[in-house]
């Protein structure tokens, strides 16, 4: 509420009593006037500032014939593009309102309006580009959209006068698909279609599914080109005369194992665009598996350190461009209906591929060495993640174009000829390209009126939140740990004193339980939430973390059953928690935190900063283990697990089933706002859930109804579930 002060100031201009500045005082007051709440507005904070735009929107409603209302231009500007419309002062609402307006607490004494009409209509503009690339369409009647889905057929001599009538009835479907039977002119045919696309989503054209498998196999290569050196470096490093514990042995084998993500982190992600720009999607899958089959046969013929580390670093020009060429086919081949869950699927298929990896070193660990080969073992357990490559380079070009990278070239009907290829029908493939070309012009005029998008990113405060929440959850996807148990849990098994064949056993132990628990997060991540589901799971990666770290207390000679048991449950429990929480949320909380048209560059630097990242977390490992002790380096990664909590509590907005409207509202909320909101919820769960008092939730505003499911972390409640 407004302090006293400001209470003073307003309620002297207003003939009000200290006591009477509730908003709907303020809105029933008898002598109010506006030029004055907008000289003493910049005096206050944002909690403060918040319920008194409530009360001047409802104002400007009520008196808008009013004279000299049209005169306060800095009034109409706050109050109809600082709020959305809808509803008036005081009503609850279904979503959470958020206000964009940016207020310095610094300077109390000094007024800005100059400043504050500049700031707004910067921010008008952008959300104009947003909401236009949310949907270019919106508006335009049926008439219309006819005529301009047959002009642009005409104009890009698209087909015949079947095909001319499939974009008329195309163009006013990529308005609303889901409206397709208030479109007139729709054979029955067509109509049975539409209807079944949305009641049977993963009815599809063969051809679809061979895509989706394609990317699937792509997902697995990845994963295994990760994990085969897990065992084989059991092996290899005693043969490269780097299997000891001094500084220089440690430093090499982790050198050797993060070769790969150096490669992606600084050469690799930036080579996405232009072979995607010179070869097109397919073209970049083929050359990416094709470098990542060279380099993994090229691995099974190393003899010495420097030869695996220049093989393993040319491995991540597969592994980098194909990490984001992939999700990106994806998402441009597949209709709107399944597009989300084969996201998802990238990253349930490349926990496949890892969980493949620890079988191939299980199943070529007692291979035995002939007469002219030593260590063939390792050799054959590092050549084989070129498999699945080879599989995917063999039927790549079975599947068609990206539909999105022709109009890109501006060869309009190659792309309505391979969309129709994907679609039942040709009025999907009329509805989908022609909404992909109006995107796309939309796109450039966003282009036109933005500077560089690198910057925008930083100077923006909407696109630099999202930035940090994204950077945040990339961050400690890393740093949770998990790749240390990825790269070296057979290592980590031996140390615990199992055998070579039990520790690999383990090993593929952890990779199931990696893969089928990331099955679940297909559901819990849209039902759950991306915040809740990591406030949840970064407590209990810890715990299974320091649990894991002081198994190794236990003394192996006397009680060595109750030391392998332990580490064994420690390490599998973190994989469970680990699977459903920040396996998936990183990449689908980035792809959709930014603007879409800042997207492709925010996410080429979360893709950066996560490869850099496990670099850093797979050359640190053995020097940190010898450094700190096994239990010590357990400790460390469990301690950035409890840091990541307060991270995600602080900076991370919940994104769950927002619109692009509604997430530049979620990230309008300042830093230290959301902060503070985030460390209010502590005391509030331990009340609620460990005391079980009934107390009133933590609100983020002030215009929140209690009992709202609005961003809130922690204040489900159990007996209505999750939704």
Not at 480 to 499: H, M, T
């Amino acid at each position: 509420m407004l302090g006293k002060n400001a209470t003073c100031l307003i309620g002297a201009g207003m003939g009000l009593g200290e006591s009477s500045y509730s908003p709907k005082a303020l809105l029933n007051a008898p002598n109010i006037r506006l030029f004055e709440i907008t000289r003493y507005i910049h005096h206050w904070s944002r909690a403060q500032v918040t319920p008194l735009l409530y009360a001047l929107r409802g104002l400007a409603r009520r008196r808008a014939t009013e004279p000299g209302l049209g005169e306060d231009t800095h009034l109409q500007n706050m109050v109809s593009d600082g709020w959305p419309q809808g509803g008036s002062m005081g009503e609850s609402s279904d979503q959470t309102r958020f206000e964009p307006i940016e207020h310095d607490d610094r300077n109390h004494s000094v007024t800005r309006p100059q400043r504050d009409l500049s700031a707004t209509a910067a921010e008008r503009m952008r959300r104009n580009a947003s909401a236009k690339l949310a949907n270019p369409l919106a508006g335009i009647s049926h008439a219309q959209l006819e005529e301009m889905g047959a002009n642009y057929a005409r104009k890009h001599q698209i087909g015949d006068k079947e095909d001319i009538r499939a974009f008329r009835k195309g163009a006013c479907l990529a308005q609303d698909a889901r409206r397709y039977q208030q479109i007139p002119g729709l054979t029955a045919d067509e109509m049975s279609i539409l209807e079944r696309e949305f009641t049977h989503r993963w009815s599809q054209p063969k051809l679809m599914y061979i895509v989706i498998v394609l990317c699937s196999i792509c997902a697995a290569v990845q994963g295994m080109d990760e994990t085969v050196v897990n065992g084989a470096q059991l092996f290899y490093r005693y043969q490269f005369g780097i299997d000891g514990r001094e500084s220089r042995s440690t430093w090499l084998t982790g050198l050797l194992n993060s070769a790969p993500y150096l490669c992606c982190a600084f050469i690799g992600c930036w080579l996405t665009a232009p072979f995607n720009n010179l070869f097109g999607r397919r073209g970049s899958i083929f050359i990416t598996c094709v470098y990542s089959a060279l380099a993994c046969f090229w691995q099974g013929f190393v003899n010495t350190w420097w030869h695996m580390f220049i093989a393993r670093f040319f491995l991540g020009l597969g592994i980098g461009p194909k990490s984001a060429t992939v999700p990106i086919y994806a998402a441009e081949t597949t209709p709107p209906a399944i597009r989300g869950a084969l996201v998802m699927q990238w990253q349930m298929w490349t926990a496949f591929g890892i969980m493949l990896g620890y079988v191939s070193d299980l199943a070529f660990y007692k291979v035995p060495d002939t007469s002219r080969i030593v260590g063939l073992n390792w050799r054959i357990m590092m050549a084989s993640a070129m498999f699945p490559a080879l599989v995917a380079i063999c039927f790549v070009f079975m599947c068609p174009e990206s539909p999105r990278w022709y109009m890109s070239k501006n060869r309009h009907f190659k792309a309505y000829q391979s969309m129709c290829r994907l679609r039942y029908a040709k009025v999907q493939a009329a509805r989908d390209i022609f909404y992909m070309y109006t995107l796309l012009e939309a796109e450039k005029e966003v282009q036109q009126l933005h500077g560089n998008p690198l910057l925008e990113l930083v100077k923006v405060p909407r696109n630099r939140r999202a930035l940090l929440a994204s950077e945040t959850v990339m961050f400690m996807q890393q740093f949770c740990g998990v790749n240390v148990i990825a790269y070296y849990s057979s290592q980590i098994f031996l140390d615990a004193n199992f055998s070579p064949i039990s520790a690999l056993a383990a090993s593929l132990g952890f990779g199931l339980i990696n893969w089928l628990f990331a099955i679940p997060a297909i559901y819990t991540i849209d039902t759950f939430g991306r915040r809740n589901l990591l406030l949840t799971t970064f407590p209990l990666m810890s715990i299974f973390l320091f649990f894991t770290g002081f198994s190794f207390y236990i003394p192996g000679d006397t009680m060595y059953t109750a030391r392998i048991a332990c580490v064994a449950l420690g390490i599998y429990l973190f994989g469970i928690v680990y699977s459903p929480g920040e396996g998936p949320v990183p990449f689908t909380y980035s792809a959709e935190a930014y603007p879409l048209y800042v997207r492709t560059y925010g996410m080429s630097v979360a893709t950066a900063t996560t490869w850099f990242f496990n670099f850093v977390l797979a050359i640190t490992w053995p020097s940190l283990q010898t450094a700190f002790t096994t239990q010590g380096a357990f400790a460390w990664y469990a301690t950035w697990n409890i840091i990541g909590f307060f991270l995600v509590l602080c900076f991370m907005p919940e994104t769950k089933g927002k619109t692009l409207e509604e997430l530049d509202q979620v990230f309008s909320v300042p830093t230290h706002i959301h902060a503070a909101y985030g460390l209010r919820q502590i005391p509030y769960f331990f009340k609620r859930y460990l005391l079980r008092q009934h107390c009133e939730p933590v609100r983020l505003y002030e215009n929140d109804e209690p009992g709202e499911d609005k961003d809130v972390g922690f204040e489900h409640d159990p007996e209505r579930g999750f939704g």
